[in-house]
């Protein structure tokens, strides 16, 4: 089985940064695009930011030029910088990773369990 675990979420000033971190275990062959995704109170899950395992980013427009996504294969990790967070930031942000388990096995997206990002003064 793969784990995908989140962590380095909390409550932030408006205008302050927060380093999102999330690393995948367990049987792993190959991880592809890995993303960051949130969803507020009410509203549906939208994608944040993506990179693929070439090192290609794309960005939700709301956060372009303030959200940073990098990964770190050799971990098997990928990462979020918030800079200049704003209260409409203030969700839960999930890690998603495109994984093969085996070399003829299917790709599969895993899901992480979610961690808090509130921006409030």
């Known amino acids: 089985q793969v784990q995908v675990v989140e962590s380095g979420g909390g409550l932030v000033q408006p205008g302050g940064s927060l380093r999102l971190s999330c690393a995948a275990s367990?049987?792993?062959?190959?991880?592809?695009?890995m993303a960051w995704y949130r969803q507020a109170p009410g509203k549906q899950r939208e994608l944040v930011a993506s990179?693929?395992?070439?090192?290609?980013?794309d960005y939700a427009e709301s956060v372009k030029g303030r959200f940073t996504i990098s990964r770190d294969d050799a971990k098997n990790a990928v990462y979020l910088q918030m800079n200049s967070l704003k209260p409409e930031d203030t969700a839960v942000y999930y890690c998603?990773?495109?994984?093969?388990?085996?070399?003829?096995?299917?790709?599969?997206?895993?899901w992480g369990q979610g961690t808090q990002v509130t921006v409030s003064s």
């Open positions: 367990g049987m792993i062959f190959a991880i592809y695009d």
């Open positions: 990179i693929t395992s070439g090192g290609t980013t």
């Open positions: 998603n990773a495109d994984v093969k388990r085996s070399r003829f096995a299917p790709r599969i997206d895993y």
